[in-house]
């Protein structure tokens, strides 16, 4: 007889063993809740994983994902096509800045991530400039878990068992310091000047030999770093001196969360490609992407026209049900006006959560549109351990779902909460940073 307990599945980036001496399982949910199989609510803060900026399980989503299931669940991507995919491509560059016009489907962050890099170093080739290979990420920067994404990202811990990884990568310095941006509302003053350091890394590597940067806007997994007036612009300016490229991961940010469909318009810059994934069907079905500006679109467009231009893909880009999910979470975004509701209630949660200076423990609070975190001090000999009882004590006592990220605890509700459900969420992390105390 089968028996469904918990050995068999290896979690990911989860403790495992301590997870299934106290397991945290979630039934079903509805808009801003999931319940347990007691049917006990827990109101979600954290949009699942960034992911539901719509709520959870909202009808038009649930019902176009029904109606494709019984139309067309499977055509081949390579060199065949379906409607759905070039219509959610459409509304996605739409959306986009600029002359971001086309968009490459793949099935998460991190194969978004791998394949922007590809298309970076392919393009160079493409030019004569096969030279151009190196790559730079950012210290604290997350880019999934592909091997691309995770050499050009710069969580440490993420990355020590795999070995090297990728040759020829680089990190510029992470854009945060404690003593000089502590308990700031949104973007801080200081700091822009560390975008200067990609000069340092031009000097050293040549730019001939650099192919791509690519940072987070707004750095989210690692604790939500808001970018320093300024930075992104010099970036921007740095790359365009050494005709480097600039990649914008918005795995995170993206789809409304920072108030804007991108977050390169709420900073007013334009990247040559932008990675997507989570927001764009709100988490109902694994998608995600790379938008990429019309001329590096257009250096991949010649030779025969018979000929593969990119040799890259995976067996589900652009899966019906993915693309009718993506084409009706576009929809619910629009018709709700979600990404201006996230802006509309930004200063009310960023007073919200700015309310916790003072908790025990708590150490700095930053936040961006509608995502917040908060540091907490470690406890003495056991690193993430304060971080990881809050989010247990938080699920267990209090029915709240938040992220812990080592001992910072994360904050990013759907779009569609409340004043009163901000309210709640940070009155139930107060209770659950005070009882780890």
Known sequence: ???????????????NRAF????????????MHYFSAEGRAIIDGSAGLWCANAGHCRASIVE????????????????????????LASRIAALAPGDLDH???TNSGSEAVDTALKIAIAYHNLRGEGTRQRLVGRERGFHGS??????VGGIGANRKLFGCLLAGVDHLPSTYDRAKQAFTKGEPEWGAHRADELERIVGVHDASTIAAVIVEPMAGSTGVLPPPDGYLKRLRSICDKYDILLIFDEVTCGFGRLGHAF???????????ITFAKGVTSGTVPLGGVIVRQPIYETFMDGPEHAVELLHGYTCSGHPLACAAGLAALDLYEEEDLFARALQLEPFFADAVHGLKGLPNVLDIRNAGLSAAIDLRAKPGAPGK??????????????????????TLILTPPLIVSEAQIDE???????????VA
């Open 425 to 435: 969420i940070v009155e139930k992390t107060a209770r659950a940073i005070t009882a």
């Open 103 to 105: 968009v490459f489907f």
């Open 1 to 15: 007889m089968f028996v469904n307990d918990l050995d068999a599945y290896w979690m990911p980036f989860t403790a």
């Open 64 to 87: 176009a994902i029904g109606a494709q299931a019984g139309e067309l669940l499977f055509p081949p991507p390579f060199q065949f096509g379906h409607p759905k995919a070039f219509a």
């Open 146 to 151: 592909g091997f691309g994404g995770t050499a």
């Open 386 to 407: 304060r971080g990881y009882d809050a989010m247990d004590r938080a699920f267990h006592n209090f029915d709240l779902l938040l992220r812990s990220s080592g001992d």
């Open 20 to 31: 299934k001496k106290s397991p945290r399982l979630l039934a079903y949910a509805k808009n």
């Open 263 to 273: 977050a390169a318009e709420r900073y007013g810059v334009l990247p040559d490609m």
